[in-house]
């Protein structure tokens, strides 16, 4: 991926540049062979802690623990999160449970809202702290695997991506800790783009044409300023549309929307898709 002035190339009428976030080793496993094999380029973005330093991102562990929790036993798991609440309060300063519920449990397209309401609290509405002691809490009660050992199976290696990127893959920024950046005082959000921008130089890839794709899709004005400081050639989003690489205007470039794989027919013979 070259992005910036001086290359005259131009993209191709419905040009599409592929996308895969957070290092699983099924990227490398299952997409990365077929990219090569296409000779096409693939964008990757991997959370820098989870894969050298073999943790678990909280909201993989948020999947696995709502994974692991039968929709009958679920009322089990809001319980159990209602007690660890209550047990916090005063430590933290926590609002009820039940305000906390009726502020966070909102469906989406994707989730009910009891679902959204255990992502939501545990990644972003509660402190950095709790949700960390929390998440591990429960991860270590219902999911019941070590952590290092997990990471390893769940993430590709530093070789891995070092591998992809001799190969012509593009790898890019998605933070450190896989933080939701607009959340962030200003020195932690520059503390993930630079931790995030080392990362690159370590496998091999282009810091002078790097991207980014923020975690949750979550960024501020302060977010889009360090990128611009740090030398950032585009930022990805969660937002859901076509890109628009004619909009030359204001940080329209920082805020590049993207399609979901739900977003799109999965059978080979469905009608041609509203996007095309």
């Known amino acids: 991926m070259h992005i910036g002035g001086g290359h005259s190339d131009k993209l191709p009428p419905h040009a599409v540049l592929l996308s895969f976030d957070d290092a699983y080793a099924d990227h490398f496993e299952?997409?990365?062979?077929?990219?090569e094999h296409e000779h096409i380029q693939g964008a990757f973005y991997p959370p820098v802690k989870a894969v050298t330093e073999h943790t678990v991102l909280d909201v993989n562990k948020i999947?696995?623990?709502?994974?692991?929790?039968p929709e009958d036993n679920f009322p089990v798991l809001l319980n159990e999160?209602?007690?660890l609440i209550l047990t916090n309060t005063d430590e933290f300063g926590l609002k009820s449970y039940d305000e906390y519920f009726k502020e966070l449990a909102v469906a989406n397209r994707f989730d009910p809202a009891e679902v959204i309401f255990v992502k939501r609290l545990l990644q972003v509405a509660l402190p950095e702290v709790l949700r960390k002691r929390m998440a591990d809490i429960l991860f270590e009660k219902i999911v019941g695997i070590e952590e290092s050992a997990f990471s390893r199976e769940l993430y590709m290696s530093v070789d891995q991506i070092k591998?992809?990127?001799?190969?012509g893959m593009h790898i890019g920024s998605h933070g450190y800790d896989h933080y939701w950046l607009g959340s962030l005082p200003r020195e932690k959000q520059e503390f993930e783009i630079k931790k995030s921008i080392e990362f690159i130089n370590e496998v091999g890839g282009d810091v002078d044409n790097w991207t980014i794709c923020y975690p949750y899709g979550d960024r501020n004005k302060e977010t889009i300023q360090?990128?611009?400081?740090?030398?950032?050639?585009?930022?990805?989003?969660?937002?859901?549309?076509?890109?628009d690489l004619t909009d030359?205007?204001?940080?329209?470039?920082?805020?590049?929307p993207r399609l979901d794989t739900n977003d799109l027919p999965k059978d080979a013979n469905a009608p041609v898709n509203q996007w095309y």
């Open 163 to 167: 591998c992809m990127v001799d190969c």
């Open 81 to 83: 999160i209602k007690q």
């Open 30 to 35: 299952y997409v990365f062979p077929i990219l």
């Open 226 to 243: 360090l990128l611009k400081e740090n030398g950032c050639k585009l930022g990805m989003t969660t937002d859901v549309d076509l890109a």
């Open 248 to 256: 030359h205007e204001g940080d329209a470039i920082f805020n590049l």
């Open 63 to 69: 999947h696995f623990i709502l994974a692991s929790t």
